[in-house]
């Protein structure tokens, strides 16, 4: 199963405030530890929303807003992409993050659909697969 977890944005985050070196050497400990447990698909820190932009949807319309936005605590600061047993096996690992803030914060964990999980026509799930494998040969994984 294949789990995200989510580092929510923070006043500091969204203010562009970089992680100090202390942070930075804990953050890559941890990451190092994902790594040699196997678990780490990715995993990235995300710029604040000042610099990104949302695309609204309503029918063929689309229309864009530029950030920053204004509700941090909904706000995305950064991700991992495990690939772990099992919810509760994504949460001990979750504990062990360390605080990427230093005060107050949380990490969201959800689990990523897989093609089984949609009771799909063989003919998506095959096209889905094509895709996955052609994804890996671009990244020259496959």
Same mark, same amino acid.
């Given at each position: 199963m294949r789990f995200m977890v989510i580092? /929510?944005?923070? /006043? &500091?985050?969204e203010a562009g405030t970089m992680p100090? &070196?202390?942070? +930075?050497? #804990?953050?890559?400990?941890?990451?190092?530890?994902l790594v040699k447990a196997?678990? +780490? +698909? %990715?995993?990235?820190g995300l710029h604040p929303s000042a610099k990104g932009a949302r695309v609204y949807f309503s029918g063929d319309q689309r229309t864009?807003? &530029?950030?920053?936005? #204004?509700?941090t605590k909904? +706000?995305? %600061?950064g991700y991992w992409l495990l690939?772990? /047993?099992?919810l509760e096996e #994504?949460?001990?690992?979750? /504990?062990?993050v360390p605080n990427p803030t230093?005060?107050?914060?949380?990490?969201?964990?959800?689990?990523?659909?897989s093609p089984e999980d949609f009771a799909a026509p063989q003919d998506v799930l095959d096209k889905e697969q094509e895709l996955r494998q052609q994804v890996a040969a671009q990244r020259g994984e496959g």
């Open positions: 580092v /929510k944005a923070t /006043k &500091d985050s100090s &070196d202390e942070e +930075l050497r #804990a953050m890559g400990e941890f990451n190092e530890e196997g678990v +780490l +698909l %990715a995993g990235e864009v807003v &530029d950030g920053p936005f #204004a509700e909904e +706000l995305i %600061a690939e772990l /047993k099992s #994504a949460i001990e690992w979750v /504990k062990r230093g005060e107050e914060s949380q990490i969201e964990i959800r689990q990523v659909f």
